[in-house]
C-alpha cells in the first residue's frame, strides 16, 4: 500500500472514530467544489455516482442495482429498520452501538419489529441459535465491534439465520480495513468517513435481491419511485436498493466515496487488513508489556498481565482494540498519550487504538514510552 497518498500524523490511532483523507479524496472533493461554484455540468457528478456504485459493487460482491448512497450509516440503519413492518421481532446484541439500536427501537413502537435483546458478550452462532424461533425475523449486528474490536461472524450467523430471516450488518467499523463475509449481509451499511477514509455525507446501503420480498420500502421517497413525475403518487418502487433512498445523495460525497473505495480495491482488502493487524498487535504488545489489561484478552491468571501474543486468535483481529491500565486513572492515561503525540479514544476506563495499515511504527514507540515514562532522580 503506497502510504504517500495519506498524510495523517503518525501517532494517529482513531480510524475507529474519523479516518483523515487521503490526497486523492481531498482532490475529487475540491474539484466538485469548483465545479459547482462554475456552469455545475451535471454530467461530471453522475458519471462520479456510477463510477462510486461501480465500485462499491466490487467491493460488496454485489450487482449494481444492489447498491445505493444515503447520508450516513445512522440513515442506512433506519431505512432497514422501516423496511421490515409488521410482526415479529429482531434481535439484537445488548452492547451494540446505539446506531445500530435507536432504529430498531423507534420502529418498534410505530409499526416495525419488537426488539428482543440477546446479552451474551460475544454473539456466535451458538448463541444465535438459542434465541431463534418463529417470531424472529431479523438480526441486525456490527460487523467489528466498535469497542473491543470482535469481528461478528457473519457467514456462520447467516447460515444459523436461514433464507427466511434478514441478516442487517453495520458495517461501518470494519469495511474496508479487515476481511469480512460481505457476501453473508443480506442488508449491509457503511459510512464513509471512519475506515473509508472519504469523510462525511455520504454511505453505502446494500440491499440483496435475495431478500427483496422481506422488504418494504418504508423510508423511499420520490429518489426511489419510477418516473416520480410521470403520475399521481405513489409511483412504483425502483428495483433494488435505490427503492430505499428518500432523495438525491451528495453527489460530492458519493464521488469522494467513490474515490476511496477504488483505493482500497487497488491495495486489497487482505493487504490492508494484514498491515493493520500487525500494527495493532505491536501497539497491544507494548501496552501488555507496560502491565496493561487488554480488553477481549484470555485470563492471565494469578491476576497478572496477559504475556505479548496472548488473548485472542489472528482469526479474530480486527483494526481496533482497547485496555486500560490496573490502579491508574484512565483519564490521566488518555492524557498522557496525548501528551505523547498520540491521538486514541478513551470510552469509560477503556483506552481504545484503533490504527490503519499507514499507520507507521513510530507510534508503537510513542506508546511504549508514554505508558513507561522515565523515573526521576532521587536526591
Known sequence: MNVQIFAEPSGYLDFARLGPLSHAVAAVLAESARRRVGDMPLAWFEEQVARTRSAAARLLGAAEHEVAFLSSTSHGLFAAAAALPGE???L?????FPANVYPWLRFAGR?????RWIDEARLTPQVLAEHLDASVRALSVSAVDALTGYPAPLGALKEVLGPGRVLVVDAIQGLGVVPLEVEAADVLVCGGQK?????????????RDRVAGLMAPGLGGWSGVEDPLAGPAPRPPLAGAAAHTM??????????LGVAIELVLEAGVAEIGRRTADRLGELLDTARAAGAR???DAPAGAGGPAPPGAGRGTAEWSGIGSFTMPGQDPAAVHAALAAAGLTTTLRGEWIRLSP????????????????HPPRKESS
Open 88 to 90: 415479529g421481532v429482531v
Open 92 to 96: 439484537l446484541p445488548r452492547g451494540e
Open 356 to 371: 490503519h495499515a499507514t499507520t507507521s511504527g513510530e507510534a508503537v514507540q510513542r506508546l511504549a514510552a508514554a505508558l
Open 111 to 115: 409499526g416495525g419489529l419488537r426488539v
Open 195 to 207: 475506515w473509508l477514509r472519504a469523510g462525511w455525507g455520504a454511505a453505502l446501503f446494500l440491499a
Open 294 to 296: 487488554v480488553l477481549l
Open 247 to 256: 432523495t438525491n445523495p451528495d453527489w460530492s460525497a458519493v464521488a469522494a
